[in-house]
């Protein structure tokens, strides 16, 4: 039988570690500003924020990982003293859809940490507008829900925009119904984004099918409008709820269990190769018989994985589609670029969004 180690004998081992733990993070965090010393006498300006370098150090410390502690809960754990590390060297300004408490905001905290400024935008267009004017370093903008598809308005906005795609990440998306008081039965309208709602339509229909359904511009937006009202209800997270002070009458209300939504996170910078990488691509190709075949043939000859394809109308001439494309690897891999030259060479327009890492899973 193995002896019980005494709980006092425990604690005491414990403040040891926490000392030493908190010796370890001072001495990265004195490291990091020299970093940040180092690169300005280089001449470099701007952001000190590297996707490239925290995606490498965040996979290389879940590979050391050994347990008990899960690798997404490591990854987190990092990426929070990365977040502040960073901050030592030069605090980032980072755009998210506003009001506080949207899914956007947590999407920039996952990605970012929370030592970051986050910068509250009204739309899509106004996050974009800030980082191309200079007013914020970085901008999170929701993509794709994995049940309702894209996010049009964000696919719209890089027709004209100079900005890149240098970083992505998921948040597992939890709907919740949310009002001031705490009775079904009072619900006459429910405001929330419009994706939300259709995420939670199943729900709805079966429990508030009388209810109207208001689509505003957020979620936060829509626990905002709830806040001291007698009949009207909220679909948010459950930041926002805690955040208004509202009842949370059903929780994870969503028709799909693994509902998520994939954000991109939009800058100036550009990201070198990891090994496991995505590049995003703008494609034109005019209205012309076998436009969709001149796109994909050259990923076939180089054997790289199409991971998503979506077209819009390119607002240049009636009929006439651009198209969204994410494939595998960097733009700078060979394959690659090999495959882009060829593209480029069959296209009337190749843009390329950004090459970026792969989300980190945490």
Known sequence: MTAVIPLSELRIQIDAIDEQLLHLINQRATCATEVAK???????????????????????????????????????????????????????????????????????????GHAVNTVPAVSIADIFNAVENEQCQFGVVPVENSTEGVINHTLDRFLGSPLKICGEVEVRVHQNLMAAFEQLEKITEVFSHQQSLAQCRLWLDKHLPHAMRSPVSSNAEAAKLAVGSVNKAAIASQAAAELYGLNIIEQNIEDEPNNTTRFIIVGRQASASTGRDKTSLLVSTGNQPGALHKILAPFAEYGIGMLHIESRPSRQGLWEYVFFIDIEGHCEDEKVAKALQLLRNSVNMLNILGSYPCAVIA
Do not use: W
Request: proline share 5%; glycine share 6%; aromatic share 10%.
């Open 38 to 112: 180092t690169k300005l006498a280089a001449g470099e300006q701007g952001s000190f924020y590297r996707p490239d370098r925290e995606a490498l150090v965040l996979r290389r410390i879940q590979e050391l990982n050994k347990g008990p502690l899960a690798d997404a809960t490591i990854a987190r754990f990092f990426r929070e003293i990365m977040s502040a590390c960073l901050a030592l060297e030069k605090p980032l300004d980072v755009a998210f859809l506003g009001p506080e408490g949207t899914f956007t905001q947590q999407a920039a905290y996952k990605h970012f």
